[in-house]
């Protein structure tokens, strides 16, 4: 069936460092990837996306890694800030058409 | 654009109680969506709707209606209130699919059922 999971339900950094955040996928149907930040009592927020026709694409301080060969998604965060402190979440746009989310990444960053 | 609303922002109901979760937007997206998020469960989709008129079941549809008689507003209706439902939802909109995927979220209606 299709899941969409993080590796690692927290993850901790120091202010100024890069963060990577793993995230594994099943359907290797899904052409379409998203990244979500949460912080805390409010809604999902986009981030970045990919689709699969691409390997990676940047934003503004985040880049987003697409390896479809062993279906893996991460993010990374440059110069990681106090901001920057919340859940993550990968989700995945399957052949379906619905977005499917993993259970989220916590991202502390530390001073 | 306001995006997407949700009212109201906290609900405590009783066991059996009924009542509804509302969602508007105003961005004209056609696919609407209900997701509630439990701890260590991230977010699990209700229903959603591709347009008005049409709604379709998600991952874990018991215990929820909906219906779509316009194209702004997406109501749940919990029918029967239990305590395995307190959560807190989340409803979503986005253009269809291949103009633009992105999910855009409410705040989010933190509802306890005791």
């Known amino acids: 069936g299709e899941s969409v999971g993080l590796h690692l339900p927290t993850l901790s950094v120091q202010e100024g460092d890069n963060s990577i955040i793993n995230c594994a996928y099943s359907n290797s149907a899904s052409d379409y990837f998203i990244w979500y930040k949460q912080e805390s009592g409010k809604g999902p927020q986009f981030i970045i996306d990919?689709?699969?026709?691409?390997d990676k694409r940047q934003g503004q301080r985040v880049t987003v890694l697409l390896n479809k060969t062993v279906k893996h998604l991460s993010l990374q965060i440059a110069a990681t800030q106090p901001g920057d402190s919340a859940v993550y979440f990968c989700?995945?746009?399957?052949?379906?058409?619905?977005?499917?989310f993993g259970q989220g990444t916590t991202l502390q960053v530390k001073p | 654009n306001a995006g997407v609303t949700q009212t109201p922002k906290f609900q405590v109901l009783k066991t059996g109680q009924s009542m509804t979760l509302q969602c508007a937007q105003d961005?004209?997206?056609?696919?609407m969506s209900w997701y509630r998020q439990d701890p260590g469960m991230g977010l699990r989709l209700i229903h959603y709707s591709v347009g008005a008129g049409i709604t379709d079941q998600g991952e874990v549809p018991n215990g929820y209606n909906v219906s779509r008689s316009t194209t702004e507003d997406f109501p749940l209706r919990l029918l029967s209130a239990a305590p395995s439902q307190t959560s807190v939802y989340f409803c979503a909109s986005k253009k269809p699919r291949g103009v633009n995927e992105k999910l855009f979220f409410g705040s989010g209606t933190q509802l306890s059922v005791l």
């Open positions: 990919i689709r699969s026709n691409m």
């Open positions: 989700a995945e746009n399957s052949n379906t058409g619905k977005l499917i």
């Open positions: 961005m004209n997206h056609e696919y």
